[in-house]
């Protein structure tokens, strides 16, 4: 036994130092760097992995100074090597000097991904490194900050020219052309994460404009003192497939050129019945989705545009809609159903009584859903309100393929799953399935 345990390690030993870099690699820093006590050929091999994975331990009862100086250390002692990969998550105050310090290095180690999350620190005095805006290797850039405090200042020259992801958390843009300096100088992007970041008080219009842009994803954005106008939000990306938008308000919107959206995200983040818009914003937001082909929107705002009585626009294009969340208005989807001729796939994720009810047009067997093939209900307990939206839409959806309920009031599964499998349907296809 002892000697196939020596073989096995004489086997290790034979691989080059380049393959158990790469091997070590894999663990996480403080193990790789635990690799050095194993023998003298070991011993700074750790330096050589070009991927760092610094997680702090709050555990760890050594403290913010022991974190940082092991950080400099590894920084040091590989000193002429390249880091590809570094990543950091940090929840505990660091010294804004050594984060500056650990960005300045990575420009000048071909980083190629620079992942940072932390959450508590005072950049106030400190602006990123403008090394940073001019780094012609990095492909993704992550950058998690406690929130509202960073002021977001981009220099005047940007270059990025290999960046193809970027997400910002946290930040706060204080001015009007910095958001379109750093998006615009960067050729080959194709995905954007805006999270929980804020406008200043000098920021009224911010855009993003980006040939490349693929996917942009802009949640809870907020006006530092203007919640509910005053910034414009302008989207100039002619290869824009996927947006997201989740807000606590809505902004004056610009569509200039997306042309090429075909799915989009829209959705509230905030207590029901909250004034959220004007018409005239809502309208321009709806009207830039007028090429989407897959739509999702939380039902408060379908609650919200009923009330106001701000029109649908006729997304022709659109074959799969999704309303998010419960309590919507029953009259506003029909409405919806009756306006977008093209839908096939509708999706609701709560039907209940809470939802609004609302007047269902005779049951005639007239079909004005010509298209729509397939229904699914994430929730339903069949109620009153819920019943009658699931009997008008078997009768007129002439081409419905599958209707998929799952019931959530289990003690009455059999019961409403008896009462649905029997009601009429115009559709001689349809299939009802319960979950």
Known sequence: MAKRIMSSDDNIEKFPDEVLSHIISFLPVKDAVRTSILSRRWRYLFTTISSLDYVFDPYDGRGAAHFMNSVNRLFFLSEKLSILRFSLRCY????????????????????????MGIKDVEFDALPLPTSLFSCKTLVILKLDFPLHTYDFKVPQRVCLPSVKVTHLQGFAFSDNDSSERLFSSCPTLED??????????????????????????????????????????????????????????????????????????????????????????????????????????SSDILVYLC????????????????????????????????????????VLQDVSDKCIDAYFPPHENVCIMPKLKEIEILSFRGEESPMKLVKWLLIKACALEKLTIRITLLRQHSKIMKELLVLPRVSKKCCIVIV
Not at 244 to 262: A, C, G, R
Not at 321 to 332: H, Q, S, T, V
């Open 92 to 115: 505990i105050a660091l010294e804004p000097l050594c984060i500056d310090g650990w960005i300045r290095a990575l420009m000048c180690r071909n980083v190629q991904v620079l992942d």
């Open 307 to 346: 009330h106001h009585r701000i029109l649908f626009p006729d997304l022709c294009k659109m074959t799969h809609l999704k309303i998010l969340r419960g309590e919507f208005d029953m009259a506003y989807l029909i409405y919806i159903l009756l306006v977008c001729h093209s839908i096939e796939t509708l």
């Open 192 to 297: 954007l994460v805006l999270q929980s970041c804020c406008f200043r008080v000098g920021c009224d219009n911010f855009c993003v404009s980006n040939s490349s842009l693929k996917r942009l994803t802009i949640r809870n954005m907020l006006h530092q003192l203007l919640p509910t106008k005053g910034v414009q939000l302008v989207i100039n990306a002619p290869s824009l497939i996927y947006f997201e938008h989740t807000f606590p308000d809505f902004y004056s919107y610009q569509f200039l050129d997306v042309q090429s959206l075909t799915e989009a995200v829209i959705s509230h983040r905030g207590e029901h019945g909250d004034s959220m818009i004007h018409s005239t914003e809502a309208t321009d937001l709806l009207n830039g989705l007028k090429n989407v082909r897959s739509l999702q929107i």
